[in-house]
């Protein structure tokens, strides 16, 4: 009894040991420290880090992979603030080969810390703005807001919905534009705005799927925070249901750039040719409702239509940014959430 | 008709076969009179003794049948805080987290006794007890032989109808047992109490009891008319 | 100390320093050095430090903590005590079966329990009208859910040991059955039942991914901050001033009430006696609460594993093997069951080993033994969130960085004081004069531990694996900052998946605890009928 007790105990660790094994191994193409660097034969993998939101179509990828040879492992940690954050904690044994996804809200904080090896390169940009629901202002005898400012008194306030910028990258954005709009005065607008009544949530899909009235979704909320790429998205029998304020708008912009302490540098600088190549530049519009930041790429013909861009989004300068991001965050929140 | 009866009192542990512990026994005992219930260990006695008080059941899961009355008011029924009838355990069963003068307060304070009539009581008790100026100490730095007598003052301070003694003297040593033997016999003649004792030492119950009630497998043997 | 044992100390004692103190030690330095994360330093800054105490976050970290904490040892003492009288000082047909069902939640992991209370009382789940997602009640219910199971076993172990005599002497001094409760009962439950707050309060003012999960972006406590301050923030040298107050903290309240210390139950639960018919509705109205507070958010897990877009299927448990879309996890979930057993299969082989040493060398009573105990309890008094911080700090830069092998590391660091508690009785129990016999007949110092120890602690050394694989499979604190996302755990994985919009992320998610949960009460069950657990309940009162 005993000793068959025992066998099984040691097989049973035997087995473990070697499930333990395999995982090590299985987990070593990831674990890029130091250990690949002096390996005679050229690696045949690249890993890309990236956000959550990450999505290419399978033959991009795949044709990638033919072209270079290098199979492509994707990635990703968390959101785009949480992502520049690993990259900042990790970057001796760094996460991966290559990063793309890195917004200007938060790209200077990884440069300095020295993330990157070399520069970065732009590959997509987005406005984030609010939109709001065409027929509940056509029923209303409100008129949309002009401005943001609007957004703080005490009609528009409760009938809008925005996202936290402690969690949210289109929620840090928006928080910016409002320091460009009203470098002296945004503090007040957020004072007002929680005063009278605006909702926050954690996350822009809650905002945008759960709280947005229009036709699509059916929440109780009529105004927004999201991108000025949303509307064609919402376009129902071939009418807009939705539309985006374009004066109320930050430009964000997405790097992809090469990690230093990379395993597998001159796959990760593949990585950045392909990202800025046409193909994949046509494709980011519809794949990830961004646009290609490469000239002369078209974007899809509805885009034209009903995903106009701001003409002077807001910004702020990456220095400011950098300096100041926690300071407003933390302001922010004892303003609105307290 | 005042005092105890007992009638037909049997008490049954539960179990494959159950255990007849106590099997049908009938008992008088007067107002003011001492009982001694002797007999061999196992002989039922001191189940005889829980049945009457009431805490059988509390014990071991017994089951009793029978009726036990007082002064003709049948208390089978009655919850045992509600008899008055006082218990004193083997091996005292002091509260270990309270002092030896409220060890022997406790149940005034149940019956919510005023504070000054408690201490004066206490006091007077510590005092038939011979344990005076003891009233402070922990019960655990007391000997065992200080322990009973403080358990016994626990027990006739609510001034119990009648008070059941579970071999109280058969944790201590022999010598100390002869002369607490003949003081328990002044004090509860002192108190008038009426009472039962159970032992199993002949000359203990001797020198407790005015009379001896011998059980043997459950059943009263001799003594009991 | 002999230099041979001496020897064999080093290796618990090296590990321990290696993946505990030096990690933390690195945190503090280079946090309150105010190097942060770039390197160079510009040496010790008071006035910052204190800013950072006396910011507005801070203190409400702190404030969080000590209320969300409280109220939790509250609600756990309010449904654990009634239920410990009925099922432990009563005999009922049920009792016992209730009372195995009830130390589940104990063994389970946190992020399991997060997940159950996200199914039960999110936007979608059936309690989901009460209002309290992401609020401080959520929170409060979920400790509450595994803390009941710790008052059951301390108080209701202690219930069981009492005397019925005891009380039946009050009763025949006129006490009615609530002078009786009050008066001697409690008194004589008073101990434990101080030394189950203590721990509770413990459990709830350390735990993590309870309070991430279920406090989302509004409610932080000292451990989540420390997190959120470095992830965030990269506010290191916040992270490690926190880590500080989280340590005096947790300090005071082991030295106020001794808690830990004084958890050891005295007696397996043997009492009780015979529930009257008439008792039935005190035992019902006694259990149910602390029953439902169990039942509630369990079947509410399940039934949100198995509901997809249209209806129930397995779906979610057959899409754990799948490649997920988009880029919520890099590989499918069934790669991090994998991954968690291969870790939580080496953490218990090294936690049971290195343990091996510590009781032996604890069976010879020297004082560097004890010593040496003191040393490997260490990390169940340190956050698991800094030892997982400093580990990722200390070693990224080395060899070992972004290494699989952290995983398993500091998981047996929280197992391993466990496995020493649960091995430290039958070791204290080999009689000298057994050795010294078998000494006497030429067996050197190996073969007398070989043929004297070892049999006696077999038995336990079966029942302490199987609690250090346990722990390591629910270990979520320090795994989530050195597993790395291509290569995560089970608990990395419902983490990342809970926090994904989608049904589909979401469902998986859900079906990933069920996995976690069943595997966590197998290896305990298993464990409990192949050995005698008692000595270990007996021992052990602490929890991962």
């Not at chain 3, 972004?402 to 070791?427: D, E, K, N, Y």
């Amino acid at each position: 009894m005993r000793t068959t007790r025992t066998v099984a105990a040691l097989g049973a660790a035997a087995i473990a040991i070697t499930l333990a094994a395999c995982t090590a191994a299985d987990a070593e193409p990831g674990s890029t420290a130091s250990a690949t660097s002096g390996a005679p034969e050229a690696p045949s993998e690249v890993t890309l880090v990236t956000h959550d939101s990450f999505y290419l179509p399978e033959d991009l990828i795949a044709s990638f992979e033919a072209e270079t040879g290098f199979a492509l492992s994707v990635v990703a940690p968390g959101d785009a603030g949480a992502l520049v954050n690993q990259l900042v904690l990790t970057q001796d044994a760094p996460l991966g080969d290559v990063v793309y996804g890195v917004d200007n809200t938060f790209a200077s904080r990884a440069v300095e810390a020295g993330v990157f090896e070399g520069n970065l390169a732009e590959v997509d940009y987005s406005d984030v703005c609010l939109n709001y629901d065409l027929a509940f202002f056509a029923d209303s005898s409100l008129e949309p807001p002009a401005t943001i400012a609007d957004i703080a008194t005490p009609e528009y306030a409760p009938l809008t919905s925005v996202t936290n910028p402690a969690t949210s990258s289109p929620g840090l954005a928006f928080l910016l534009a409002t320091v460009a709009a009203m470098p002296d005065d945004w503090e007040g607008f957020w004072a007002d705005a929680a005063g009278n009544g605006i909702r926050v949530t954690a996350s822009w899909s809650d905002t945008y799927y759960t709280d947005f009235s229009a036709p699509n979704y059916g929440g109780d909320y009529p105004i927004v925070l999201s991108y000025a790429s949303s509307p064609p998205f919402e376009v129902v029998d071939g009418e807009p249901t939705t539309a985006a304020l374009l004066d109320t708008c930050f430009r964000q912009v997405e790097y992809a750039g090469v990690l230093a302490n990379a395993a597998n540098p001159s796959g990760a600088e593949a990585v950045v040719d392909w990202l800025l190549s046409d193909e994949v530049q046509a494709a980011l519009p519809e794949s990830m409702y961004v646009y290609p930041a490469v000239d002369g790429v078209d974007v899809p013909a509805d885009w034209a239509a009903y995903a106009p861009l701001a003409e002077s989004p807001f910004s702020v300068d990456p220095a400011e940014i950098d300096a100041n991001r926690e300071a407003w965050i933390e302001t922010w929140t004892d303003l609105v959430i307290g | 008709m005042s005092d105890l009866d007992v009638a037909g009192l049997s008490v049954v542990y539960p179990g494959s076969p159950p255990v007849t512990a106590v099997d049908d026994v009938s008992l008088h005992v007067a107002r003011g009179e001492i009982v001694a219930l002797t007999g061999p260990s196992g002989c039922g006695k001191s189940s005889l003794l829980a049945g009457i008080v009431g805490v059988a059941a509390e014990q071991g899961s017994a089951r009793v049948t029978g009726t036990v009355t007082w002064d003709g008011e049948d208390v089978t029924a009655m919850p045992v805080h509600r008899r008055g009838f006082g218990l004193v355990f083997q091996d005292g069963q002091l509260f270990e987290h309270l002092d030896v003068a409220a060890n022997i307060g406790f149940g005034l304070r149940m019956a919510r006794v005023p504070r000054d009539e408690r201490e004066a009581r206490v006091a007077a008790l510590l005092e038939t007890v011979a344990l005076q100026g003891y009233g402070a100490r922990r019960v655990d730095e007391l000997s065992g032989g200080q322990r009973q007598r403080v358990a016994l003052a626990r027990s006739l301070a609510p001034g119990p109808r009648l008070l059941a003694l579970d071999e109280p003297l058969s944790s201590l040593d022999a010598e100390l047992r002869a002369s607490l033997a003949v003081e328990i016999r002044r004090i509860l003649t002192e108190a008038g109490a009426t009472a039962i004792v159970v032992t199993h030492d002949l000359a203990e119950a001797e020198a407790m009891a005015d009379r001896l009630v011998r059980m043997d497998a459950g059943r009263l043997v001799a003594g009991e008319a | 100390m002999r230099p041979a044992r001496l020897l064999l100390a080093l290796a618990p004692a090296a590990f321990v320093a290696a993946f505990a103190l030096y990690p933390v030690g690195v945190v503090l330095v280079r946090g309150l050095g105010g190097d942060g994360l770039g390197g160079e330093g510009s040496g010790l800054d008071l006035a910052g430090t204190l800013a950072v105490l006396t910011e507005p976050r801070t203190l409400r970290a702190m404030w969080t903590t000590v209320y969300l904490s409280l109220a939790g040892t509250a609600v756990s003492l309010l449904l654990g005590l009634p239920a410990a009288w009925a099922l432990y000082r009563l005999r009922w047909p049920g009792a016992r079966t209730l009372r195995s069902v009830l130390s589940v939640p104990f063994v389970l992991p946190t992020i399991v329990v997060a997940a159950a209370f996200t199914a039960l009382l999110g936007s979608s789940g059936p309690m989901g009208w009460l209002g309290w997602d992401q609020s401080p009640a959520a929170i409060v219910a979920a400790l509450a859910f595994y803390n009941v199971s710790v008052v059951l076993r301390v108080v209701g172990t202690a219930w069981a040991g009492i005397d019925p005599r005891r009380e039946a002497a009050a009763a025949t001094l006129g006490a009615s059955n609530w002078q009786v409760l009050r008066n001697v009962t409690l008194p004589a439950l008073l101990p434990a039942i101080r030394s189950a707050a203590a721990v509770t309060f413990l459990f709830c003012a350390t735990s993590y991914g309870v309070v991430l999960v279920l406090g989302g972006s509004r409610i932080a406590t000292i451990e989540t901050e420390i997190a959120l301050q470095l992830t965030l923030f990269l506010d290191l040298r916040a992270a490690a001033v926190l880590a500080i107050v989280q340590l005096v903290f947790v300090g005071a309240v082991i030295a106020l009430t001794g808690a830990g210390r004084t958890v050891g139950l005295s007696a397996a639960a043997t009492g009780g006696r015979r529930a009257r018919a008439a008792q039935t509705p005190a035992i019902l109205a006694a259990t149910l609460p602390a029953v439902a507070l169990f039942a509630v958010p369990a079947i509410a897990l399940v039934e949100r594993s198995l509901r997809t877009a249209d209806g129930h299927s397995l779906a979610n448990f057959a899409g754990l093997l799948a490649q997920p879309e988009r880029a919520a996890l890099a590989v499918p979930v069934g790669q991090a069951i994998l991954n968690s057993l291969a870790a939580g299969a080496v953490a218990a082989a090294l936690a049971v080993g290195l343990g091996l040493l510590v009781v032996t060398l604890l069976a010879h009573q020297s004082r560097g033994a004890r010593a040496l105990d003191g040393i490997v309890a260490l990390p169940l008094g340190v956050s698991a969130v800094v030892i997982g911080i400093g580990v990722l700090l200390a070693y990224s830069a080395t060899a070992l960085g972004g290494s699989w092998w952290l995983v398993p590391a500091v998981q047996t660091l929280v197992a391993l004081p466990l496995a020493v508690r649960a091995m430290a009785p039958a070791a204290r129990a080999v009689s000298p004069r057994a050795r010294a016999a078998a000494a006497s007949l030429g067996a050197g110092p190996w073969r007398v531990w070989r043929h004297v120890d070892w049999p006696a602690l077999r038995a336990p050394a079966g029942v302490a694996a199987a609690f250090a694989f346990a722990v390591s499979l629910g270990e979520f604190g320090a795994t989530s900052f050195v597993a790395r996302p291509d290569a995560p755990t089970l608990t990395t994985a419902i983490y990342r998946l809970l926090g994904r919009p989608g049904i589909e992320s979401v469902g998986q998610a859900f079906a990933a605890s069920v996995v976690l949960a069943v595997m966590v009460a197998a290896v305990m069950m298993v464990s409990e009928r192949a050995a005698s657990a008692r000595a270990l309940e007996r021992e052990w009162g602490g929890r991962a």
